[in-house]
């Protein structure tokens, strides 16, 4: 089965600019994640969609950060506008149950 | 609250040694436990799960975990280390048949040197 897509692989913008990255999960998993990972740390949950809805948004920092799932299939993330410490690996993930989950390659976004 | 500790920033390992990285847990009800690497400028990949049944696991590339429940750890392990293993690992637990999301913890880097 192809596995999660996610694009671009990097990005790199000047703070205060706004950026948008994509994720394509593995058809029929209905729950999607949106992680940060912060160099020398571990994966972080933004954002966790059950088909087009939120499940789990807390550590999202909304006052920046929006993402949508509009069709329950493929996601967006947007940081608007981004800030230097929003340099990261954003990671996109699905599952189809609690005791499986699949990692996309990742987007690193170099904030200067 | 879920949570999950990774002790050690780093372990050093030299090839052919056995090597084990620590994880401990928190989680009430059920836990569901996962170690996932990570190679540079990679995603993760799964290694292995603990649902339920054997509390010892065996995953790819000869990995293994033991879930010990008193302790709380899900200890990783491999008999005999190559220089290919070294990359970022990280241990996850979910809990068991709730909506809750997967918490990681911070990582380990394992270095195998020749």
């Known amino acids: 089965e192809a596995g999660v897509a996610q694009s671009p692989r990097y990005k790199i913008i000047e703070k205060r600019q706004s950026v948008a990255f994509w994720c394509n999960p593995i058809?029929?998993?209905?729950?999607l994640y949106w992680y940060q990972q912060i160099l020398g740390q571990g994966p972080k949950l933004l954002i966790q969609?059950?088909?087009?809805?939120?499940?789990?948004d807390s550590q999202l920092p909304k006052d920046r950060f929006s993402a949508e799932r509009l069709k329950g299939v493929d996601s967006t993330l947007k940081i608007q506008p981004a800030k230097l410490e929003d340099s990261a690996v954003y990671l996109c993930?699905?599952?189809?149950?609690?005791?499986?989950?699949?990692f996309g390659s990742g987007t690193r976004l170099t904030v200067v | 609250a879920q949570s999950v500790a990774q002790p050690e920033d780093q372990v050093n390992v030299a090839e052919g040694n056995p090597l084990t990285v620590k994880c401990t847990y928190s989680?009430?009800?059920?836990?569901?436990l996962f170690w996932y690497v990570q190679y540079p400028n990679r995603g993760l990949q799964f290694l292995l799960k603990?649902?339920?049944?054997?509390?010892l696991v065996k995953g790819s590339y000869g990995f293994e975990a033991e879930f010990n429940k008193s302790q709380t750890s899900f200890h990783l392990k491999k008999p005999s280390a190559l220089v290919s293993d070294s990359a970022l690992y990280f241990c996850?637990?979910?809990?068991?048949?709730?909506?809750?999301?997967?918490?990681f913890g911070s990582g380990t880097r394992l270095s195998i040197r020749p």
């Open positions: 603990y649902i339920t049944g054997d509390n």
């Open positions: 993930a699905s599952s189809l149950t609690q005791d499986g989950y699949t």
């Open positions: 058809s029929g998993h209905a729950t």
């Open positions: 989680v009430s009800g059920n836990p569901y």
């Open positions: 969609f059950q088909n087009n809805g939120v499940v789990d």
């Open positions: 996850a637990v979910v809990r068991g048949g709730s909506a809750s999301k997967i918490i």
